[in-house]
């Protein structure tokens, strides 16, 4: 099955990152560490292989692939000697990143998006596209009447309102290509009433919102231990610093509050209720592509005894996140395939605040991961 796998941000640290690794993965020059899809528990899952997959874009930047490559592999992120490497693939790729278009009104610009997206799969004889959103978090949308209905959406669009964010006009114009799409940020995306009924009616799947990569990762593993346990949270703060373009976009208030909203969902929906305490995010530009996250759990066992907890979690966001982006096309390209459609609700195991009501602890979220997936290689 060919794969096409069109980033939006295409020449970011996590595109650039998921695009290295699955160049070095398809030549063998690296095992597949940090892929959850190349566990046993997904070997009959009829998913596409690395060499299946063919990488394509949007993005305003236009520093080459190579090039970021090369700055990921002088600050750590990724090994130089796999940069180089891949250097041949990265060229071929990088012709596959285009300008974001523009236009006199988002009606325009979503045909033109939908465009490219239709050339992309047409050139590659691609069997299915699906759209990754790793660009820049957006501020939470103002409600707005179009967002609601299809029908209102389409009329706005038709008058020349300007009414979708970014992430959804994205959505829009995946939807109507016919490709499936995946928010990997906490922007609004195909979260929108009006975008998932259009997805319903082009019978295409999607997911998101919010990679699942650290610090929220760690919560939905512990936050399940104290439920457990019958053990009560008092208090959770977390106090996260990162560099890099995500830290530098996350110094808007808007998109920071929509951030730190999504790390702290997994708590309430786990604990039932939620405990005293705040999520903060801080820019400090020297951590580069890397971040650090600190928290402190208080919390109250028998007798009423006062305790806690503390972590400290180190990580590289990129390469934490780059598997995931691979494991995402790589499922909802299946999911499509099977025919899937809507909300593919089983895949929460990768998202901080994921889709539908499903359980927000990791150990259920693996259950109904992998029987998602057995159900995938099970079809006709």
């Known amino acids: 099955m060919s794969l096409g796998v069109w980033l939006v941000g295409g020449r970011g640290s996590v595109a650039v990152t998921s695009i290295v690794g699955a160049f070095a993965l398809r030549a063998g020059l690296t095992p597949p560490t940090g892929c959850v899809t190349e566990l046993p528990e997904f070997r009959d899952a009829g998913l596409a292989g690395f060499g299946d997959l063919v990488f394509g874009g949007h993005d305003p930047s236009p520093v080459p692939l190579i090039k970021k490559a090369e700055q990921l592999g002088d600050s750590g992120v990724v090994p130089a000697a796999l940069v180089r490497a891949v250097h041949d693939d990265l060229a071929a790729a990088d012709a596959e990143i285009r300008p974001v278009p523009d236009g006199p009104d988002q009606a325009t610009i979503a045909a033109r998006l939908a465009a490219d997206l239709a050339d992309f799969q047409q050139r590659h004889s691609l069997d299915r596209v699906v759209v990754i959103n790793v660009s820049s978090t957006e501020a939470t949308p103002e409600p707005h009447p179009a967002h609601d209905s299809l029908a209102a959406l389409e009329e706005a669009l038709r008058t020349g309102a300007a009414v979708l964010p970014?992430?959804?006009?994205?959505?829009?114009?995946?939807?109507?290509?016919?490709?499936?799409?995946?928010?990997?940020?906490?922007?609004?995306?195909?979260?929108?009433?009006?975008?998932?009924?259009?997805?319903?009616?082009?019978?295409?799947?999607?997911?998101?919102?919010?990679?699942?990569?650290?610090?929220?990762?760690?919560?939905?593993?512990?936050?399940?231990?104290?439920?457990?346990?019958?053990?009560?949270?008092?208090?959770?703060?977390?106090?996260?610093?990162?560099?890099?373009?995500?830290?530098?976009?996350?110094?808007?208030p808007g998109a920071n509050a929509a951030k730190s909203a999504s790390k702290q969902r997994v708590l309430e929906e786990t604990l039932g209720y939620q405990p005293q305490g705040v999520v903060r995010i801080d820019f400090v530009e020297d951590l580069g592509d890397f971040k650090?996250?600190?928290?402190?759990?208080?919390?109250?066992?028998?007798?009423?005894?006062?305790?806690?907890?503390?972590?400290?979690?180190?990580?590289?966001?990129?390469?934490?996140?780059?598997?995931?982006?691979?494991?995402?096309?790589?499922?909802?390209?299946?999911?499509?395939?099977?025919?899937?459609?809507?909300?593919?609700?089983?895949?929460?195991?990768?998202?901080?605040?994921?889709?539908?009501?499903g359980p927000h602890g990791l150990a259920d979220q693996w259950q109904a991961l992998t029987a998602f997936a057995a159900g995938l290689g099970a079809r006709p």
């Open 292 to 357: 650090t996250a600190w928290d402190l759990i208080s919390f109250q066992g028998f007798l009423g005894t006062g305790m806690r907890l503390e972590f400290t979690w180190h990580g590289c966001d990129s390469a934490l996140a780059a598997p995931l982006i691979l494991d995402l096309a790589r499922l909802t390209g299946a999911a499509h395939a099977a025919g899937r459609r809507g909300p593919l609700t089983d895949l929460a195991f990768f998202f901080k605040d994921p889709l539908g009501d």
């Open 166 to 252: 970014w992430s959804a006009l994205y959505a829009y114009a995946a939807f109507t290509a016919g490709c499936a799409f995946v928010d990997f940020t906490p922007s609004a995306g195909a979260r929108l009433p009006a975008l998932a009924e259009l997805a319903r009616r082009e019978e295409l799947p999607h997911a998101g919102h919010d990679g699942k990569t650290g610090e929220t990762l760690l919560k939905s593993v512990l936050a399940p231990m104290f439920a457990h346990r019958n053990l009560r949270v008092r208090t959770w703060s977390g106090m996260n610093l990162l560099g890099g373009g995500d830290g530098a976009t996350l110094t808007d």
